[in-house]
């Protein structure tokens, strides 16, 4: 059973930085797709990256558009977790952000592609 672990959560200012964090455990790691979806206060969930495995140590990396050049997805394969970094902040980031991970190597923008669901982390970003 894999089981996911987010954290990295907090108040920014707007332009501000901050990177979250999924440790993933039960799984083998570098061959889970992952993605990362938001919440926002009276909207439905979101989705904001993802990245999957597609053979070898190759990925495929996808992004929302509002988030495209700002997020990316580094990831420490050692300690089997992955981030969202998330650069230029606005306020309209502000959400609690979930990590997720599927039973294999695929991911995307759909959430039924997941199965497995981190517990949030707040994320704030003031103006």
């Known amino acids: 059973q894999v089981q996911l672990v987010d954290s990295g959560g907090g108040l920014v200012q707007t332009g501000g930085s901050l990177r979250l964090s999924c440790v993933v455990s039960?799984?083998?790691?570098?061959?889970?797709?992952m993605g990362w979806f938001r919440q926002a206060p009276g909207k439905g969930r979101e989705f904001v990256a993802s990245?999957?495995?597609?053979?070898?140590?190759?990925?495929?990396?996808e992004y929302a558009d509002s988030v495209k050049g700002r997020f990316s997805l580094p990831r420490d394969s050692a300690k089997s977790t992955q981030f969202l970094q998330m650069n230029s902040l606005k306020p309209e980031d502000t959400a609690v952000y979930y990590c997720?991970?599927?039973?294999?190597?695929?991911?995307?923008?759909?959430?039924?592609?997941?199965?497995?669901w981190g517990q949030g982390t707040q994320v704030t970003v003031s103006s």
């Open positions: 997720a991970a599927g039973r294999g190597p695929n991911a995307g923008r759909r959430s039924d592609l997941y199965d497995f």
């Open positions: 039960g799984g083998t790691f570098s061959r889970i797709g």
């Open positions: 990245i999957s495995w597609t053979g070898g140590k190759t990925f495929y990396a």
